[in-house]
């Protein structure tokens, strides 16, 4: 399998774009569906049974203990395993979508994404963010601090709360850990016992492998209560960075009355619930605690695209 059509795979979690004048999102689902159905190997012929085989019987497979397995690739990610899968799956989404060429947005994005990852207490991970090329409307997170918004949704942003509270959803799933745990619940982790000695576990290859053997249950996002549990903390760390609590639930309702059929969404709402029922969660679990919150919106200090 290649790979670099393998990360963009899962690439898939929360991001499609159209960059270059091509449809980025449904390259992937194509891509993925080719990887999906593709037959196994046919096996090597054997010998002619009229002629005597003075061979040794081939050793029965090695059957996985898939527990022990699991838990020694996924039980205690170190802060440097996990910054190596979401460096691995990064460069490979950069490589395809390139980030927009304007140094000041990045920058001011990355300076609103670090004030906000520091209020989650984080201490282990260097954060980086950047807007992507892309007129599709999305967010995306990789483990170990990779967030990325995408140019079409950062334009439909009207101050500077509502980007903290996008970041601070992504940042969320990336405190959370919630990319590692599809990871680590795949059915496909068996496969993994070709990279499983210490010699390829100490390669990027490995890092490819973890990748690969997710991309399936990635492609098709995170699970919805892990959505819902992103809003509720990503609404939280924006607080306590300043910002009014209501940034996030902002961007959720203006997303909710775009039309069902956009191509901009479609492949955000396939990975995602739908922005009305993740505002309606997201209103039952904070009900009035944020009522007392007095943040800032800084819409005079949001920078605008050109």
């Not at 059929?261 to 955000?268: P, V, Y």
Request: charged fraction near 20%; hydrophobic fraction near 40%; aromatic fraction near 6%.
């Amino acid at each position: 399998m290649n790979t670099k059509h393998v990360a963009l795979a899962v690439s898939m979690l929360v991001l499609s774009g159209t960059a270059s004048g091509f449809d980025f999102g449904k390259m992937l689902e194509d891509r993925l569906n080719q990887e999906l159905n593709k037959s196994t190997p046919s096996e090597q012929k054997t010998a002619p049974t009229d002629q005597p085989s003075t061979a040794a019987p081939a050793p029965a497979k090695q059957q996985l203990d898939v527990n022990q397995l699991g838990f020694a690739l996924f039980g205690d990610y170190t802060p440097e395993q996990e910054r190596r899968i979401g460096k691995q799956v990064s460069g490979d989404l950069l490589g395809a979508v390139p980030l927009v060429r304007d140094d000041k947005l990045q920058r001011y994005v990355n300076q609103v994404g670090n004030w906000v990852a520091l209020q989650s207490g984080s201490k282990d991970r260097v954060w980086h963010f950047g807007v992507l090329d892309t007129e599709d409307i999305n967010a995306f997170a990789a483990p170990g601090g990779y967030v990325f918004v995408t140019k079409g949704l950062y334009r439909r942003l009207n101050n500077e709360a509502e980007l903290a509270g996008v970041l601070g959803h992504e940042i969320a799933h990336v405190t959370q850990r919630h990319h590692l745990k599809v990871l680590k619940q795949s059915s496909l982790i068996g496969a993994l016992g070709q990279v499983a000695s210490s010699k390829a576990q100490k390669s990027d290859q490995a890092v490819q492998n973890l990748i690969g053997n997710g991309a399936e249950m990635m492609a098709r996002g995170l699970d919805k209560n892990a959505e819902f549990e992103a809003d509720r903390v990503g609404m939280v760390y924006a607080a306590r960075a300043g910002y009014t609590p209501w940034g996030l639930p902002d961007v959720l309702q203006d997303l909710a009355g775009l039309p069902a059929k956009d191509a901009r969404t479609s492949l955000l709402y396939k990975t995602h619930p739908h922005p009305a029922d993740r505002l309606a969660t997201l209103g039952e679990s904070v009900g009035g605690h944020f009522d007392a919150v007095q943040g800032k919106d800084l819409a005079s200090r949001f920078y605008r695209i050109r």
